[in-house]
């Protein structure tokens, strides 16, 4: 087997769950962002620290060699048939709802005592209400993101790709390229946009399908590339209703609304709330849509001009989603801040994101001026692709690359 680049930021998460029995493991994510590899890294751990390898249970369901197993009493006896060893054991299911009523099973093993379980499957199953409700309080969810910058170069110098001494160059590269791991492995971009829409057709066949009837797919594809083209934009139904008007596409606001949650609980979209800092409440209507991969909106434009404002908030929400904040848009009267972001300790940090501000002094203005209408004091970082930088009433000004690199916020 090829050596595998370690996803380290995912695997310090579960680490502390390897051993335990009472909480199933769930690893999601959007198709082919590395859950299977993540589940065979945790596996060579547990080896790697002395876990005897007839205690590892391990089952890819997609694999032909698994292919037949889809019952819920199918997967039963094959659990029961690999149960050959004494004391703890460490259950891994790949692809899990392949296997109908798969629930019952695992939870059994659970109750058992002597399992450690860790599963995956497709979005649109694992979103659609049935996990959380057969198996609340039993699981946690670990959720997956396509490489960030830090991890895409980490992983060319794994697999000894070529990588520019111009750190700007690379950024472009990753731009336009994307973070799906196996894109990486490819030499050319025409090989790496070939797969990415291998893709986002195995997605709209294996997940959006599942979840929802699509009567007019020409409907569907002008939803889904509108929301792709303009993702980092501010947008409503109505607006998104009125512009698919204006190119002969007539479509009911509900249709619109059920085929971008399809395409959110795909994770080829995230969605980001606005949210109003006087008031602390959340704003209806108007949201922002994030790609879980850059390479969703090159893939599928012949254009590869880059507007760098959306593409570069779009790999710092990311980047910030990867290592487990929240995020959401803070609007201050009539100003925005691109992003609040808190960590599971309730720490706050204000994040604005431009592509310069030594352009000219209103650039800078125009960048600085949220942050002079929060009245706390929580860090507040600019982050741009300058490497002269800023000092200006305690604000963070930053390089982009360079805080991506730092790992953390807080």
């Known amino acids: 087997m090829n050596p595998l680049y370690k996803r380290e930021k995912y695997l310090k998460k579960i680490r502390n769950f390897y051993d335990e029995t009472e909480i199933i493991k769930v690893i999601t994510g959007v198709r082919r962002c590395g859950k299977s590899s993540l589940m065979s890294m945790v596996k060579d751990e547990l080896l790697e620290k002395g876990v005897n390898e007839d205690s590892i ?12 197993i889809k019952t819920d009493d199918q997967l039963d006896e094959l659990i029961a048939e690999k149960s050959t060893t004494e004391g703890l054991k460490y259950l891994f299911i790949d692809e899990v709802q392949n296997v109908k009523d798969f629930e019952e099973v695992v939870n059994a093993y659970r109750d058992d005592g002597n399992y450690s379980i860790f599963i995956t499957g497709s979005n649109s199953y694992m979103l659609s209400g049935e996990l959380s409700t057969k198996l609340t309080g039993r ?3 670990f959720e997956m993101f396509t490489l960030s910058f830090d991890e895409y170069e980490e992983m060319k110098h794994f697999y000894n790709k070529p990588i520019d001494s111009n750190i700007m160059i690379e950024l472009n590269n990753y731009l336009v390229e994307g973070g799906f791991p196996l894109a990486v492995k490819f030499d ?8 990415v829409r291998s893709v986002v057709n195995e997605i709209l066949e294996k997940d959006i399908k599942m979840r929802i009837k699509i009567r007019n797919r020409a409907n569907f594809e002008a939803v889904q590339n509108y929301i792709i083209n303009n993702f980092g934009a501010t947008v409503s139904i109505k607006n998104i209703k009125s512009e698919l008007k204006k190119n002969g596409t007539v479509i009911k606001e509900e249709t619109i609304s059920r085929y971008i949650t399809a395409l959110v609980d795909a994770k080829i979209l995230y969605q980001c709330n606005r949210f109003d800092m006087k008031s602390k409440k959340s704003l209806k209507g108007e949201k922002k849509y994030y790609l879980s991969d850059l390479s969703f909106y090159f893939s599928l434009n012949t254009d590869n001009r880059i507007n760098y404002g959306p593409t570069l908030e779009n790999i710092v929400y990311i980047y910030a989603r990867s290592l487990n904040y929240s995020v959401s848009i803070g609007r201050i009267g009539t100003l925005e801040c691109d992003f609040i972001i808190r960590d599971d300790e309730l720490n706050y940090a204000y994040v604005q994101v431009a592509y310069t501000i030594n352009e000219s002094e209103e650039t800078e203005n125009r960048e600085y001026k949220p942050f002079e209408s929060i009245p706390d004091n929580y860090p507040k970082y600019l982050l741009t692709t300058d490497y002269l930088l800023q000092k200006r ?4 000004h930053e390089n982009i690359i360079d805080f991506i690199r730092t790992k953390s916020l807080f």
């Open 393 to 396: 009433n305690g604000v963070k």
């Open 139 to 141: 699981y946690i969810e």
């Open 57 to 68: 249970i391990y089952f890819d369901l997609d694999s032909r060699k698994y292919r037949k």
């Open 188 to 195: 050319n971009l025409s090989d790496k946009r070939t797969y």
